[in-house]
């Protein structure tokens, strides 16, 4: 799993590439700093390139989303495939999460 | 050339410590010797000084006897002086009073008998060479007796005195020394003096007869250095002189002995003990040589030895490599392969393989005549046959034949191999084969084991004409053939018997629903059980060969290690496209899994400790069973408080949500614990499509 995280203006887009796996999610919990540091700010998190989650996955995305609402920052979603949209809806975070694209 | 410093370092070594006794030994010879000399010298010392005493004695006793006799007849002319012709009688009683005595002679002072004139001195003595006596007057001027020392040395003492030896040419006519003792008148004036002659012929026979040792020699010399007695000859070579002055009587006696006279046995004796001494060392350096020959040889041998141990052991790891690994045959096909080889040497003659072609496994399990390195190179050639011979051919009587043909052409060893050789269609579970000259297989079939019973071919490599039959036997699911060298029916204990057929076919009674993996490890145990501590003296190879049951099971086991998982999505993939399963389904599965996986390899385990948990996996009446264990502590992850989803996020706790995932995934969860280890079954019926 790799992420790439740039920045536009206040905007911050963090792409995932690759599965969102207990082992993936362990591994990026530095990698996402920058996201939970800048949580005032709108913070997309591009899924195109994130076949699968896991329940640590998802954590990590409820961290950022509760970084986020303390702050006053909004979080998007975008282009969540159906795999992963499927998860949302079983864990009933599919209206908690804001999607785009 | 490194041998060859290390041999010189050896040998200095081992030399250096044969150099110590080789040290002492000259040290105590060197010690011996010259104690020893010492000692002969302080006894030479000793036995000379008593030999020169008991000379001095003898002669003092000789003198004194001369002295007694002068001493007593002086009074007697004291008182005849007034008669100048007694004298004669006087002097004459003189000589006969000791055989000693050879003159004796009374001289007066110049004119004490104006009758007599100026001279008057008397003398009597033997007649040279006969016994009678001869008294005259001898004083004159041609014999002026005033001048000669023992009168002056005579009227000078105070009783009596020695003179030195002097050549008397008148009286004697010989060396002689003489007693002189004064003469005095009523007055107690001095008026002449009397003496007695020994000749030194007479001290001479004495001095001669003092003979310590077979050639020392003794001296007499006198007071003025007049050499009195003397050998005629000196010996030859070094000599010692002990010298003995005897007090009183101007004499000096010495005592000359030869070194070799003295030393000669000391000489012979040291000789001795060196030439024993030498001996010793000699035998020391002989046997030290031989024993240092030895070690060398010995360090060779080892050092060969363990280039040999070295090549071996790679040997050893080469032919290790031949044989096949569980990863040649899926676990998911529907046959069970498991194969054991112990080298009762480093390497060995046994050979067992295995392969996957066309849905067709080949297997084959044989035994090379012999043991070692002979053998483990027609076990190599054996290998490498049988994979090049049935690459292309599935008749096992003409692999067999080519094999044969092979292995005959040019074995003049005559190294022969019996092998089984089989060929299983693992979807009809017909199993063709072909044995030659091999230990019959076991065949387990609804769990009764029993020998294959067809009569085997000629073993491979005696005769390349042989011709080779095959025969055909059915394995239903479930069923096994166990094959095995004669390591194992014929593995000794320690009281010579052997673990035999009958034992072999009893442990494969219990072989019914165990995994080939299983069941070799049973037989290995069983064995080992029976052999207890004797030796392996043969090669030790089993093969087993089962039908699976109709459902795969499929196995993962992970160790608890959050990276492992990485291996899951691998895993069923190849599950789902062995199984013809739709790949729709398989996300989710992942998920569920990957959610009850990850929960066992962080939570199942204290901290700090490895354990493992394992995923099974078959497919049954269209329905995906899954089942998850771990030996981790008891948890049953279903009591666990679930993610309250309607709660809303804020106030929602970050946790729960796998436990949820699973169940929401799966049509059937079960937990239970069995037998130390947490189950969880896992059942997913929908949306199965069999391709």
Not at chain 2, 189 to 205: H, K
Not at chain 2, 327 to 346: H, R
Not at chain 2, 555 to 576: A, K, W
Request: glycine share 6%; charged share 20%; with cysteine.
């Amino acid at each position: 799993m790799t992420i790439n995280i740039t920045e536009e203006g206040n905007t911050i887009t963090a792409a995932f590439d690759g599965r969102l796996d207990t082992v993936a999610a362990q591994q990026i919990s530095e990698t996402i700093e920058p996201l939970m540091q800048h949580a005032d700010c709108n913070i997309i998190l591009d899924c195109g390139k994130m076949p699968f989650i896991s329940s640590s996955g998802l954590r990590i995305f409820l961290k950022i989303r509760k970084e986020v609402a303390a702050k006053g920052g909004k979080m998007y979603l975008k282009d969540v495939c159906p795999d992963v949209q499927q998860v949302f809806k079983m864990t009933k975070l599919d209206d908690l999460f804001e999607t785009i694209g | 050339m490194k041998d060859n410093i290390s041999k010189y370092h050896f040998a200095k070594k081992e030399l250096g410590k044969i150099a110590i006794p080789i040290v002492i030994l000259f040290v105590v010879s060197l010690s011996y010797y010259l104690y020893m000399r010492h000692n002969t010298l302080r006894g030479a010392e000793i036995r000379s000084e008593v030999a020169l005493e008991n000379a001095e004695n003898m002669i003092l006793a000789r003198l004194g006897k001369i002295q007694t006799v002068v001493n007593s007849l002086q009074p007697l002319v004291e008182y005849a002086l007034e008669d100048p012709d007694d004298m004669f009688d006087i002097a004459r009683h003189t000589i006969e009073s000791s055989s000693s005595i050879m003159g004796s002679g009374i001289a007066f002072k110049e004119d004490y008998y104006p009758q007599k004139g100026h001279w008057y001195e008397i003398y009597v003595g033997h007649q040279a060479g006969c016994d009678t006596l001869v008294a005259r007057e001898v004083g004159g001027p041609e014999h002026d007796y005033f001048q000669m020392e023992w009168y002056q040395s005579g009227l000078a003492a105070e009783k009596g005195v020695w003179s030195n030896p002097y050549y008397d040419n008148v009286g004697g006519m010989s060396y002689m020394m003489t007693y002189a003792v004064p003469i005095h008148d009523d007055n107690g004036e001095v008026v002449g003096a009397i003496g007695a002659d020994i000749t030194v012929d007479t001290l001479a026979s004495i001095v001669r007869s003092i003979k310590p040792y077979p050639h020392s020699f003794c001296t007499l010399t006198a007071g003025d250095g007049t050499v009195l007695v003397a050998p005629t000859a000196l010996p030859k070579g070094r000599y010692k002189v002990f010298t003995e002055i005897i007090e009183g009587r101007n004499l000096t006696l010495t005592i000359t002995v030869p070194y070799s006279d003295m030393y000669g046995r000391l000489w012979r004796s040291t000789i001795f003990f060196v030439f024993v001494a030498l001996t010793g060392i000699l035998s020391v350096f002989f046997i030290a040589y031989r024993s240092l020959q030895n070690l060398w040889k010995l360090n060779e041998v080892r050092i060969k030895e363990q280039h040999i141990e070295d090549e071996l052991s790679i040997a050893r790891d080469i032919q290790q490599s031949l044989l096949p690994t569980g990863a040649s045959v899926s676990p998911t096909k529907k046959v069970d392969v498991c194969g054991l080889q112990i080298p009762a040497k480093y390497v060995g003659g046994d050979l067992y393989d295995y392969y996957v072609r066309d849905n067709k496994l080949f297997f084959c399990i044989g035994d090379v005549s012999g043991k070692g390195v002979p053998a483990a190179l027609l076990m190599a050639i054996s290998h490498s046959l049988f994979r090049t011979l049935s690459a292309h051919d599935e008749n096992p009587e003409s692999i067999m034949q080519s094999f044969n043909a092979t292995i005959s052409d040019n074995n003049s060893d005559m190294m022969f191999i019996t092998m089984f050789l089989g060929i299983l269609n693992m979807e009809t579970g017909t199993v063709k084969y072909c044995n030659a000259g091999h230990n019959p297989p076991i065949i387990i079939r609804n769990g009764q084991p029993e020998f294959i019973a067809t009569k085997p071919s000629l073993l491979l490599g005696v005769e390349p004409n042989a011709t080779y039959t095959s025969h055909t036997l059915d394995l239903a699911p479930g069923d096994s053939l166990f094959l095995y060298t004669d390591g194992l029916t014929e593995a000794e204990n320690v009281r010579k018997e052997l673990f035999g057929e009958e034992r072999a076919l009893n442990v494969a009674a219990g072989f019914c629903k165990l995994t080939a993996e299983e069941q070799v490890k049973q037989m290995r145990e069983a064995m080992q059980l029976f052999v207890e501590k004797a030796e392996q003296s043969d090669d030790l190879t089993l093969l087993v060969v089962r039908r699976t049951e109709t459902d795969t099971n499929a196995t993962l086991t992970l160790n608890n290690n959050i990276n492992e998982l990485d291996r899951l999505e691998p895993f069923l993939e190849e599950f789902f496209q062995q199984n013809g399963l739709a790949m729709e389904s398989l996300s989710k599965i992942d998920l569920a899994l990957e959610e009850a996986l990850a929960n066992v390899i962080m939570y199942a385990y204290p901290e700090g400790t490895a354990g493992d948990v394992t995923l099974s996996m078959r497919v049954e009446n269209n329905a995906i069973c899954m089942e998850i264990s771990d030996g981790g502590v008891p948890f049953n992850p279903l009591q666990q408080q679930e993610a309250d989803l309607d709660v809303p996020l804020e106030k929602r706790k970050i946790g729960g949500l796998g436990i949820h995932l699973i169940k929401e995934i799966m049509d059937s969860v079960a937990y239970e614990y069995r037998e130390g280890k947490n189950l969880l079954k896992l059942v997913l019926t929908t949306e199965i499509n069999n391709i």
